[in-house]
C-alpha cells in the first residue's frame, strides 16, 4: 500500500541523508521523495511516498519521529489530497506527427516548453495518474527523457497529527 | 587517583603568553558547563588545538591505548555514573577507530559525547590527511551527529549533543570539529548557547489513562510476569520497581541489561530470562496471562521465536521510545514515558494479589530446574569461579564483562543486588568490552571491587589497554576464563556443525607473563582446589591483576533456547527433567 507522508525538518546539513539512511537502515521502501524549502526559512519539508502496510507504516512514523531534526510527521492517509507531481518529458516528434502530438498535450493541459528539429520537450503537472498515463500516450512516439519531481502533496481540509 | 606516573611526567612547558580566546578555549568552557570532570581519548594532529586548551584544564583525562578502548571506558564510565561519557580523539583513523564502541552504546542507550577532530574545513570533501566523512559513517550507530560547520554554532552543538545525550532514551551523540573551528578566535563568553530542538520532544510522564489499564490488568491477572530490561536502570527506576513488584507481588524476571535491577536474591526473582535464561523464567512467560516489559525492547535473544512468544499473555509495555512499542511483538496495553516516573504512579493503583496457584507453580519449575552445573571433576569449572568471586564479594562488586560463554555464565551465576553493578555489552556483543570497561567503571568508583569476567578471546582482542590501566594506578580484577576457545563459537560448532571447530581454537600467551610485563599483577590458577586462595589474593591485590583460570575446556552453557526456536523449547535441562512439569 502507497502512503503519503509530509515531513517538516530542520534546514541543517546532512538531514537529508539522515532520512534517506533511517529508510535504508531500517529495509523501509521509498517510492518518492521530493525535498523544498517551506515559507520558514529554517524548515524544510519532505513529501515521502512510502510503500508498506499499517505496521510498517507504524514503524516508518516512529523511527522518523526518533531523528532529532525531524520537527513534525503528517500522515496524510485517508485524507483528500491534492497531489502534484511535475514531469520533463522529451518526446520524438518529426514534423508530420506533431499535430497528432500537440491536441494530446492540449488534452493533458501540458505545456511545450522547448522545441527541436526532431524533438519537443513538455512540461506536465498534475497527480500521478495523469503524468503515467502522458508517458503511457507518448511511447509509440519515441520517449527519449523523463525527468520528476516526485509526487507533492498536501491536504484540502488539513486535520494533522504527529 | 594519579594522572600521571613519576616517570612519566612530561617537562614543565615555557609560561604561556597571552593567547586569544578560541574555539577551543570556548569548548573546554562547555564541558565544563556540562560537569565534565573526567574524559578519555587520544590525541592526533588536527585535535591538537583542543588538547593544547585541555593541558591547562582541571578536566582529568584518560589516554587509552586505542580509540576503541576509550569510547568504552567511557561507555562503562556512563553506565556505573548514570553520567554522560566524554570522549576526545583525532579524525580518520582515530575516529574510525570509536566506531565498534559507539555502536556498542548505541544498541544499549548508553549516553555518550564523542567529538572527533576533522580537517579543516575547506579540505572537508577533498581526501585530506587522515579525513574520514565521519559523520556519514557514525549515523546509523548514533542517537545523532553533528559537523560544526561555523565557529558561532560550536556552543549550541556541544550543549545540544549532551543534552540529546543525556534525555529521552540516551545513546552516543557525535560531533565532528574542524581543526579551523577549534583555532578560530571568539568572545570568552561564548560558551552559553541556547538549544535549538524544536523536533526533540520527550515524553516522560505517562498518560495516566494508559497507567491506570495497565494497572488494572496487574490487578486481574491470574499469572503475571514483569520482564525489566536496562531502561529500569537507565532510568534510575530500581527502588520503583522494587516497591511496585513487592506491592502487587508479581515475580520478576530480568534482561541482561537489567541485571541488579530488582535484587536477585529477592524470592520473587527469577533471574534472567532468554537464550540462556533460567527456565523457570523462561516457563513462566510462555505459560503467563500478563506480560508486564519495563524498560525493554524484546530483543531476538529474549523471544527466541517470536510467534510462539508468550503466547497467552496480554502485554503492557513501559518504554520512553515510541518506536520500541510493538515494534516486534504487538503489544495491548502501551504506556509511553520515563519507568521511574510510569511506577511510581503506578503503584498508587496497584493492588496486592496472593496469586496462590502461580506461585506454587513458580516454585515448582524452579525446584524442578534449577540453574546448576557439575562441580564433581578435577577441572575447574568456570561457574564455580564466578560462584566463588561472588561468595568473596558478596555479590556487591561492579562486575563487567566480555562477550561469549563467560558473559552468559556471569549473568548465571553471579547474583545481583545492586543497579549500576554489572557492565555489558548486549545488543551489539562486544568482544573485547570487558577489559576497558572495568577502567571505566574504577575510575569512576576508585574505591569500589572492579571485577572484569572475561574470556580468554575477548581479553585478547583489548588486553593493549593494560598499560592505561597501570599507570593510572587501577586496582581491577581480570578473571581470565580461558578455555583455549572462543567458546560460544566452538558451543554453537559443537551443537550445530558436527563438532568442526573451525578456526575457534587460539593459541594464548600466558596472561599471567603479559600482566607481568605490562606491569600489572599476573596470577594462574590450573586446579580447582587453588581457586578460593587465588581469588583471596586477588581481591587483596592493590594493583591490576590478571587471573588465568584454566577452566574445562568444552564446558556449555545451558541452558539454551537455539536460534529460531521457542522459549519453552529449552536444551540442557538438568537430567531427567526434559518433561514440562
Redo the contacts between chains.
Keep these: 500500500m502507497r502512503r503519503t507522508l509530509s515531513v517538516l525538518v530542520q534546514n541543517q546539513p546532512g538531514v537529508l541523508a539522515h532520512v534517506a539512511g533511517m529508510f535504508a537502515a531500517r529495509g523501509f521502501n521509498i517510492d518518492s521523495l521530493a525535498v523544498g524549502r517551506t515559507e520558514d526559512p529554517d524548515l524544510s519539508r519532505m513529501t515521502i511516498v512510502v510503500l508498506g502496510d499499517d505496521a510498517t507504516i507504524e514503524q516508518v512514523r516512529k523511527q522518523l519521529g526518533k531523528i532529532i531534526p525531524v520537527v513534525k510527521i503528517y500522515d496524510f492517509t485517508g485524507e483528500n489530497l491534492v497531489q502534484r507531481d511535475l514531469m520533463l518529458i522529451r518526446v520524438a516528434a518529426p514534423p508530420e506527427k506533431r499535430p497528432e502530438i500537440q491536441s494530446l498535450i492540449d488534452m493533458f493541459r501540458a505545456k511545450v516548453v522547448d522545441i527541436g528539429p526532431k524533438f519537443i520537450m513538455v512540461e506536465v503537472t498534475g497527480p500521478e495518474q495523469k503524468i503515467e498515463a502522458f508517458i503511457d500516450m507518448c511511447r509509440p512516439y519515441g520517449v527519449k527523457d523523463v525527468v520528476r519531481t516526485g509526487m507533492i502533496a498536501i491536504p484540502r481540509h488539513p486535520k494533522s497529527s504527529r | 587517583m594519579g594522572k600521571t606516573t613519576s616517570n612519566s611526567s612530561p617537562p614543565k612547558p615555557p609560561e604561556d603568553r597571552e593567547k586569544p580566546i578560541t574555539g577551543s578555549d570556548v569548548f573546554i568552557e562547555v564541558l565544563r558547563q556540562e560537569g565534565v570532570e573526567l574524559m578519555f581519548g587520544y590525541p592526533g594532529g588536527v585535535v591538537l588545538p583542543l588538547f593544547d586548551a585541555l593541558f591547562k584544564s582541571p578536566i582529568e583525562f584518560i589516554l587509552s591505548r586505542h580509540e576503541q578502548g576509550a569510547t568504552h571506558m567511557a561507555d562503562a564510565f556512563a553506565r556505573v555514573t548514570g553520567k554522560v561519557g566524554v570522549v576526545l580523539v583525532t579524525s580518520g583513523p582515530g575516529a574510525c577507530n570509536t566506531v565498534t564502541g559507539l555502536a556498542t552504546a548505541y544498541m544499549d542507550s548508553i549516553p555518550l559525547v564523542v567529538i572527533t577532530g576533522q580537517v579543516k574545513t575547506p579540505l572537508i570533501g577533498n581526501d585530506a590527511f587522515q579525513e574520514a566523512d565521519t559523520?556519514?559513517i557514525t549515523?546509523?550507530i548514533t542517537?545523532?551527529?553533528y559537523?560544526v560547520?561555523e565557529p558561532k554554532d560550536l556552543p549550541r552543538i556541544m550543549h545540544e549533543a549532551f543534552h540529546?545525550a543525556r534525555t529521552g532514551r540516551p545513546g552516543p551523540v557525535v560531533v565532528d570539529l574542524p581543526v579551523d573551528v577549534s583555532t578560530t578566535p571568539m568572545q570568552a563568553d561564548a560558551a552559553r548557547a541556547e538549544l535549538?530542538?524544536?523536533?526533540?520532544r520527550i515524553r516522560t510522564e505517562g498518560h495516566l489513562r494508559q497507567i491506570k489499564r495497565a494497572a488494572d490488568a496487574i490487578n486481574q491477572a491470574q499469572r503475571p510476569v514483569v520482564y525489566a530490561g536496562g531502561g529500569v536502570i537507565l532510568s534510575d527506576a530500581s527502588e520503583q520497581l522494587r516497591a511496585m513488584v513487592h506491592q502487587a507481588n508479581l515475580p520478576i524476571t530480568t534482561t541482561l541489561l537489567g541485571l541488579g535491577c530488582f535484587d536477585e536474591n529477592d524470592p520473587l526473582s527469577l533471574h534472567m530470562l532468554g537464550m540462556h535464561g533460567t527456565a523457570y523464567a523462561n516457563f513462566a512467560i510462555q505459560e503467563c496471562d500478563l506480560l508486564v516489559a519495563i524498560g525493554a525492547r524484546f530483543d531476538d535473544r529474549i523471544t527466541g521465536d517470536v510467534s510462539h512468544f508468550a503466547p497467552h499473555a496480554r502485554i503492557v509495555h513501559i518504554d520512553i521510545?515510541?518506536?520500541s512499542?510493538?515494534?516486534n511483538v504487538k503489544v495491548d496495553i502501551p504506556v509511553v514515558g520515563d519507568a521511574k516516573k510510569i511506577l511510581t504512579e503506578m503503584i498508587k493503583y496497584v493492588e496486592y494479589g496472593e496469586r496462590k496457584k502461580w506461585f506454587a507453580h513458580i516454585d515448582q519449575l524452579k525446584q524442578t530446574y534449577p540453574l546448576t552445573y557439575d562441580n564433581s571433576g578435577d577441572h575447574i569449572k568456570p561457574q564455580y569461579v564466578i560462584d566463588e568471586v561472588g561468595r568473596q564479594t558478596k555479590g556487591r562488586a561492579i562486575v563487567c564483562t566480555g562477550v561469549g560463554q563467560h558473559q552468559m555464565w556471569t549473568a548465571q551465576f553471579y547474583r545481583f543486588s545492586l543497579p549500576r553493578h554489572f557492565v555489558t555489552s548486549g545488543g551489539l556483543g562486544t568482544m573485547g568490552f570487558g577489559f576497558p570497561a572495568s577502567i571505566g567503571a574504577q575510575l569512576a568508583h576508585p574505591d569500589a571491587t572492579v571485577i572484569d569476567f572475561d574470556g580468554d578471546s575477548s581479553f585478547s582482542m583489548t588486553l593493549n589497554e593494560l598499560p592505561t590501566a597501570v599507570e593510572n594506578n587501577l586496582p581491577v580484577k581480570v578473571c581470565v576464563l580461558n578455555n583455549g576457545y572462543m567458546g560460544m563459537v566452538r558451543q554453537w560448532q559443537e551443537l550445530f556443525y558436527g563438532k568442526r571447530y573451525s578456526k575457534s581454537y587460539l593459541q594464548h600467551p600466558s596472561f599471567a607473563k603479559v600482566a607481568e610485563a605490562f606491569g600489572a599483577v599476573g596470577l594462574t590458577a590450573t586446579r580447582k582446589d587453588e581457586v578460593t586462595a587465588i581469588i583471596e589474593q586477588m581481591l587483596a591485590e592493590k594493583k591490576c591483576c590478571i587471573v588465568d583460570f584454566h577452566i574445562e575446556r568444552e564446558e556449555n552453557v545451558w541452558p539454551m533456547v537455539a536460534a529460531g526456536k521457542g522459549l519453552h523449547e529449552m536444551s540442557g535441562l538438568p537430567a531427567g527433567t526434559s518433561e514440562r512439569v
Excluded: C, E
Aim: glycine share 10%; no cysteine; charged share 25%.
Design positions: 559523520t556519514g549515523r546509523p542517537k545523532h551527529n559537523i560547520k540529546i535549538n530542538l524544536p523536533g526533540y521510545d515510541p518506536s512499542i510493538s515494534k
